[in-house]
């Protein structure tokens, strides 16, 4: 009797391959399923499906998961200002454990006996994928056969086309993997420590070079408005700065990190409305937060990033975190002004009722309104006694 195999399924060259090799070799009953983080539009679903039929799948289903990765997770990412390393959103890293919720969901509904990923065995998705499985799962088995068997790229392309399938070369060179939280890409030159991908390896082309600026209306933390316009949802909010950021070629970037299973790993990305959107709320938060919110904010907002890319989305501190973040972006309400130009974006300031540059309070470096010159002198001293005693009790010491 045929396994039922339920695979995630891309349509890229390591799902494409499993599918044909699970049919062919083990004579798997495949049902292809496609997770849409926002990476599809329905012409590629469409095309997608068609491409899973003929590679020999039972089923083929799409499992929209947007709204769910963004209330579960991107919005505690905004809140949290999450950018491993500085500089990288976690665009794959959180995206992966969504389409790994959502496959595992429908793999039990339909009574599968096995699931399959098409995730290699020097990366971190094996391990998001596997622990995912491993938790949730109904004992289902999990099979890997880009994995288990070690496959370069240029292997998989010639089983398939030994097997009458044609798959281009130039396209499997890279690897990308859109969402909408932002675009991975991985190549012969993300291998090395030293070579920059080329241009024309990014999905987006820079078609626009006019700047212009964009008002961004965040509500208790979320992005809820752009231009005056307000969305229905923050992710068709995220979705609409994409499509103004990206004709500029915003947001490109390569991240260098530590993977989950110890080794360094280097991947290319192009994130133009998460980047614009965490950097546009910390802003805000810099208006209208305390500083000890700031810094416990930054505190656990790394902590936060690190434990969803290590795979421990399910690990219930994850859910105190959230609730932390949460908790401190009740004022977090205001517009944000961003200039956006060729492959760079400024920001150029905000305007919130909840805003602690009040002028009416005090002036940095002006004037003030609520102490006076002698206020701060006694204050001074106050503030400096500890080290004074420090510098008293230590000199003394130098000199005997």
């Known amino acids: 009797m045929s396994k039922k195999v339920v695979l995630a399924y891309s349509g ?52 929209d998961a947007i709204r769910e990765y ?7 990412m905004v809140f949290g200002n999450v950018l491993r390393g ?7 890293s959180a995206e992966r454990m969504f389409q790994a919720l959502s496959i595992i969901r429908y793999a039990n509904n339909i009574g599968a006996t096995a699931v399959a990923h098409g995730s290699t065995g020097a990366g971190n998705d094996q391990v998001r994928f596997d622990l995912v499985f491993n938790t949730l799962g109904n004992n289902l088995e999990i099979i890997t056969p880009i994995r288990d068997l070690r496959l370069s790229r240029q292997a998989e392309i010639e089983y398939l086309a030994k097997h009458g399938v044609e798959y281009s070369w130039e396209k499997a060179q890279y690897s990308i993997n859109k969402g909408i939280w932002g675009t991975s890409v991985g190549g012969k030159e993300t291998l090395t420590s030293h070579e920059a991908l080329p241009d024309a390896a990014y999905p987006s082309q820079l078609k626009k070079t006019d700047p212009s600026v964009v008002t961004l209306n965040f509500e208790k933390g979320e992005l809820v408005g752009i231009n005056g ?48 959107t965490i950097k546009a709320h910390q802003l805000l938060e810099k208006h209208t937060l305390t500083k000890w919110q700031m810094y416990w904010k930054e505190q656990l907002g790394t902590w936060y990033g690190m434990f969803l890319h290590e795979a421990q989305f399910l690990e219930p501190v994850m859910r105190n975190i959230e609730t932390f973040l949460s908790d401190t972006q009740v004022n977090v309400t205001g517009e944000v002004f961003v200039k956006l130009m060729p492959y760079r974006f400024e920001l150029q300031g905000i305007k919130s009722e909840f805003d602690l540059m009040n002028s009416g309070f005090g002036t940095y470096g002006e004037m003030n309104n609520a102490w006076s010159g002698d206020d701060v002198k006694g204050f001074t001293k106050i503030l400096g006694n500890q080290t004074k005693i420090w510098q008293f009790v230590n000199q003394k010491k130098e000199e005997a």
């Open 70 to 76: 963004y209330d579960e997770c991107i919005r505690y």
């Open 229 to 276: 316009e307000t969305f229905e949802h923050p992710s068709v909010a995220i979705q609409k700065l994409e499509s103004l950021a990206t004709p500029y070629a915003i947001g490109r970037d390569i991240h260098v990190g530590d993977t989950i299973i110890g080794i360094k790993g280097r991947v290319g990305f192009e994130a133009a409305a998460a980047l614009i």
């Open 86 to 92: 500085g500089v990288y959103p976690l665009s794959v």
């Open 12 to 63: 890229g060259l390591d799902t494409s391959f499993c599918v044909k090799y699970l049919t062919v070799e083990h004579d798997c009953e495949i049902h292809a399923v496609t997770v849409n983080t926002g990476g599809f539009t329905q012409a590629e679903l469409a095309t997608m499906e068609e491409k899973a039929y003929a590679l020999g799948a039972k089923s083929f289903a799409v499992v």
